[in-house]
């Protein structure tokens, strides 16, 4: 077979400010403006062929980080080690397909660079790993778009055999006595044809007025609904995702019988609630689940799963939660960031896997086969996607095979930042039918179609 690798050329980096109509909390902190990392990775190709590949990431630090400094502090580093991966992406030498870079370049170089960030740094508060990460996915992204255009085909039709070499044992390892559950497969293997459309998921955030006694004055007049029912009924909803805040068991009960029955007014099928990693013992989601079962047996029902109540550093909150999985499928989010955490998770009773883009296209596709291959359930999560991210994160979700199609909300919290992409792809980025379609994603890579998009770009950032 004639040699399908490619090595990297070149990188730019590119940021863009979104402001957000509604603030969005996330745990402790309430989040009103974001900044995505844009990249473009150039690649040459066995045969000489140069492509450039696109890939982008919001840097969502109050996610990643929920640090004592400043969200500015905080913008400043992950933009500062976005600019040291770029540079040393420049430097890389190796070769092969997509994966096999990021795979590389996650193993040997990012943890590098973060301990080298932390030493320069002058304050006490360290990077995360789920921040390198993070920074790192849109790099990661525009890899795997570039080779699938440097060989002229979808970037989901390059994880088979014909262009990934090595199988699976070169990058995953199974538990105990299965040695062979990677022998002779590659992430072709665990992936489904993708439905064109997928049942999306709208967040009803901790701060969102559910009622019109809720409003304060403030909100936008933009034309976009602000209160629950006009959401679910402009848009069809049929899942409602309910942000918790897991340190509050009373107002968490009301809030999920609360927006139960509203849902169940308006034809809500599904519910999840997310504790946004604020709980530290399982028995506080057992009592409100059991509340639930005994008070409210329809919203109970309704529960899907139940995702990441739990801190994110698994290894120092080593944490049995068997109590919680055996009540609702308990899914990883934060917890996982890569497949090495998911068989952590695993060994502790974490039942699922909420993969994201944004902790790279190569670690999703590897939590994603492990996680198959060990009888874990698969979501795709959204981290307020706009613009061309929108665009990979469905992709995930449509190849992946979730428990229930996606999570999108990059709608709700700044629409107007996606019109040049909503224009050329537009089931994507406005739910009808409670669905996003993606029966217009066409092409080689990720089938972003950007060269139809009236977007101009702020100038590269100076490496």
């Not at 004639?2 to 902190?29: C, E, W, Y």
């Not at 602000?226 to 409602?240: A, K, M, T």
């Not at 309910?242 to 927006?259: C, P, Q, S, T, Y």
């Not at 379609?437 to 009236?454: C, I, K, N, Q």
Request: net charge negative; glycine share 8%.
């Amino acid at each position: 077979m004639p040699s399908r690798a490619v090595r990297i050329l070149d990188t730019a980096l590119h940021l863009i400010p979104v402001a957000m109509r509604m603030p969005l909390k996330f745990g402790n902190q309430v989040v009103t403006e974001s900044v995505c990392a844009r990249v473009r990775v150039r690649v040459e190709a066995a045969d000489g062929t140069v492509a450039d590949g696109w890939g982008e990431t919001p840097l969502s630090v109050s996610w990643v980080w929920p640090a004592p400094l400043t969200y500015a502090e905080r913008l400043e580093a992950m933009t500062e080690f976005c600019l040291r991966i770029a540079r040393e992406l420049r430097q890389f030498p190796d070769r092969g397909h997509a994966l096999e870079i990021g795979h590389e370049f996650i193993e040997t170089r990012l943890h590098d660079l973060q301990v080298a960030f932390n030493r320069d740094r002058s304050v006490e508060s360290r990077f995360p790993h789920l921040a390198a990460l993070v920074s790192f996915s849109a790099f990661d992204l525009a890899l795997h778009d570039a080779y699938g255009i440097a060989h002229g085909i979808r970037t989901y039709d390059s994880y088979g055999a014909d262009h990934l070499e090595p199988d699976l044992t070169a990058f995953l390892e199974p538990v105990g006595d299965r040695p062979a559950t990677f022998a002779g497969k590659r992430p072709a293997d665990f992936l489904v044809e993708p439905p064109r459309r997928l049942p999306v998921w709208h967040l009803v955030g901790g701060l969102d007025p559910l009622g019109p006694e809720e409003l304060v004055g403030s909100e936008p007049e933009d034309g976009y609904p602000v209160l629950l029912r006009d959401w679910i009924r402009r848009d069809g909803l049929q899942c409602l995702k309910i942000k918790l805040r897991g340190n509050d068991a009373a107002w968490d009960f009301e809030r999920m019988v609360r927006i139960g029955r509203i849902g169940r007014e308006e034809g809500v099928v599904w519910l999840t609630a997310d504790f946004n990693c604020a709980v530290t013992e399982p028995d506080y989601v057992n009592e409100i689940l059991d509340k639930l079962r005994d008070d409210d047996p329809l919203t109970f029902q309704q529960t899907l799963y139940v995702e990441q109540p739990f801190p994110y550093d698994l290894e120092a909150n080593r944490i049995d939660v068997r109590s919680v999985s055996v009540r609702k499928p308990l899914f990883m989010d934060e917890s996982a960031h890569d497949w090495r955490f998911v068989r952590m998770g695993r060994d502790l009773g974490w039942s699922g896997v909420a993969l994201k883009t944004c902790k790279t296209q190569t670690g999703a596709l590897l939590s994603l086969c492990w996680a198959k291959a060990h009888g874990m359930t698969l979501m795709v999560q959204d981290l307020t996607n706009p613009m061309m991210a929108q665009i990979s994160h469905v992709e995930l979700a449509a190849h992946a095979g979730t428990i229930m199609g996606v999570e999108s909300n990059g709608m709700q919290f700044s629409p107007g930042a996606s019109l040049p992409e909503e224009a050329v792809h537009p089931g994507l980025y406005r739910r009808r039918e409670g669905v996003l379609d993606r029966g217009t994603v066409s092409g080689p890579g990720f089938g972003y179609r950007l060269a139809e998009m009236r977007r101009e770009l702020p100038a590269a950032v100076e490496l």
